[in-house]
């Protein structure tokens, strides 16, 4: 124990304190993305936490909790700049608080998110969902480990490759066939995929993954990634970046505020503004579910003929309507442009240029809306960044993981020299949060400045800022080895996210059970569903204002691609 100003405190690492040093952090390379009235927030901004504040909850050496405090208490800040601009409210009087538990809880939510009473990795919960895999490469596990990450054939270089949602090419691409109905044991898998990449160097699998545009990657160490061009050019960048567009409309005022949900519900920063995600996955996802938390009308748009993993829906979804148009059909394309008639944001998930070859990139946005009155905001959120030498790569966030450094340094506090994929999609969430605030940052300069607005962040992005903040030290890198189980410890290289993550989440709820505490999570019966879903609550209190949801979670494709009959689920509200 160590003595200040009289008063008793523990000389253990505090995660309070290293969250607030994050803060500091994130205002230093994101300077030019904040304006004096967020940064007024910002300084007024209260961590809480139930406990003493010492915790670290994921067995790995990243200050991840830290990270996303940083990022929820700038989201809060933007948040309340808003309520200043658009309820004429006294910015200095109001409290915001950024909970330590909540936000690690948003770091991995889709791990704790339950439908039925199934999370994730019950084998039961496949009959709660609607099955949008349509190329089974998540349902069978031979073509699930096409993501993975293996040895090479040189000794120390490791290369992911990811199949995405399709597995068929990256199979045939290190000469498997996509289909094996012979392997079904988990290590069998493994070995058997192994052994082809091992026959192939890193230069020559970069080589064979760009003549394919699969999403693989070369693991590399964060020093090696600095040196190289990409990572100096994204060093060079903010985590998260808005820009103005060529557009002269004028200063777009927030809509007047709609009747609240119940005559006791405060008001919501976004109530009537209406937003188009088009993404799938997490990462996208997450700032469109961040948005409805805050009171929009997030429609997800998802073609039918696109798979996506059907468990990440259950908390992705929350909030939101979801509608399936296929936008390469003339029939599709005319509902969307009916819906972006009278949209305020786009969310953008897809690989670089997918949009702009269909006709909705940013600038093809500002034509479409042009005379209406007022202009638009398109976030966009993907891989590799939009500057560099691999800013048109496809990627995923294991992808992310594994050529920022991430993996590495996940490997050797494991005791291991090798990488290993990090517990838990929590660049996914980092991103989604750095999407949100673009988002939000992008309403607030729209209702201020006028014009439209680009936001742009990446995965590899939030990784860098991430690994900025540096490892825990040796010592409590130490201490967090010793809470967890051995069984996580003998993880290796090619063992897959799906085993990272549940042996993960299995010494967590051992070691830290209040991480788990059913206080952290809401739950109400999901119309879509047609089952009970609990779903982590958010991070975030701003006095005088109501952020949370009106609606439970569905699946994919279950409204009508209309912006009426929007329902409010009182019991969502009032949970």
């Known amino acids: 124990m160590t003595q200040t100003n009289g008063i008793r405190t523990s000389s253990r690492y505090s995660v309070l304190d290293g969250a607030r040093k994050a803060t500091g952090a994130l205002r230093k390379v994101a300077a030019e993305q904040l304006s004096p009235s967020i940064l007024q927030h910002l300084e007024a901004v209260t961590l809480t936490t139930t406990t003493d504040g010492t915790q670290i909850y994921f067995p790995c050496p990243f200050k991840e909790t830290e990270a996303l405090v940083a990022l929820k208490s700038v989201e809060a800040s933007v948040a309340a700049a808003i309520a200043a601009e658009r309820f004429n409210q006294d910015e200095s009087e109001r409290k915001i608080e950024i909970d330590l538990e909540r936000t690690a809880a948003f770091g991995f939510s889709t791990y704790i998110a339950t439908i039925g009473g199934f999370g994730k990795q019950d084998a039961r919960v496949k009959s709660k969902l609607k099955d949008t895999d349509l190329l089974k490469a998540q349902s069978i596990l031979y073509r699930r480990l096409s993501a993975n990450l293996y ?7 490791y290369f992911h490759i990811h199949g995405s949602l399709e597995a068929s090419t990256t199979l045939r691409m290190i000469g498997l066939e996509p289909y094996r109905p012979d392997l079904t044991d988990y290590r069998e898998c493994l070995d058997t995929i192994e052994s082809h990449v091992k026959q192939f160097t890193t230069a020559e699998l970069e080589t064979m993954n760009a003549k394919e545009r699969q999403a693989g990657v070369t693991a590399l160490k964060w020093d090696d990634f600095k040196r190289t061009n990409h990572g100096r050019a994204l060093l060079a960048l903010p985590p998260w970046e808005v820009t103005k567009l060529n ?14 949900a119940n005559p006791t519900s405060k008001p919501q920063i976004l109530s009537g503004i209406r937003v188009l ?13 961040t948005l409805a938390e805050y009171g929009a009308q997030v429609i997800k ?13 259950v908390d992705g979804n929350t909030g939101k309507h979801t509608c399936d148009l296929d936008l390469k059909f003339s029939s599709g394309r005319r509902t969307f442009e009916q819906l972006l008639r009278t949209a305020d944001v786009v969310l953008d998930g897809y690989r670089p240029g997918s949009l702009e070859r269909l006709g909705y990139g940013p600038e093809q946005l500002v034509e479409l809306v042009k005379g209406r009155g007022k202009g638009i905001v398109y976030v966009a959120e993907d891989c590799f960044g939009s500057e560099g030498e691999w800013a048109g790569r496809p990627g995923w966030q294991q992808i992310a993981d594994c050529v920022t450094g991430v993996a590495w340094a996940q490997g050797k506090f494991m005791g291991l020299d090798e990488p290993v994929v990090p517990p838990f999609p929590m660049s996914d969430y980092g991103t989604g949060c750095m999407g949100a605030i673009a988002a939000l940052t992008g309403l607030l300069k729209r209702a201020t400045e006028g014009g439209s607005w680009v936001g742009r962040t990446s995965l590899c992005q939030y990784d860098i800022f991430l690994l900025q903040l540096e490892l825990y030290d040796d010592a ?13 410890f003998d993880l290796r290289h090619a063992d897959s996210v799906d085993e990272v993550g549940g042996r993960a989440l299995r010494s967590m709820k051992r070691a830290h059970p209040e991480l788990f505490d059913k206080q952290l999570m809401q739950t109400a019966f999901s119309k879509g569903y047609q089952e009970e879903i609990s779903w982590c609550r958010s991070p975030v209190t701003i006095e005088g204002l ?17 912006w009426d009959g929007w329902e409010v689920e009182e019991a969502v509200v009032d949970g």
């Open 277 to 289: 995600e088009l993404c799938r996955i997490i990462a996208g996802p997450a700032i469109g579910r």
């Open 546 to 562: 109501r952020v949370g949801f009106d609606r439970t979670s569905r699946p994919n494709g279950f409204d009508p691609p209309t």
């Open 247 to 260: 557009d002269s409309s004028p200063p777009a005022a927030f809509p007047s505020p709609p009747t609240p």
């Open 301 to 313: 748009v998802t073609s039918p003929n696109l798979s996506d993993v059907p468990f990440f829906q």
């Open 151 to 157: 040895a090479t054939k040189n000794p120390g270089e």
């Open 476 to 488: 409590v890198q130490e201490k967090i080895r010793t809470e967890h189980d051995a069984a996580f």
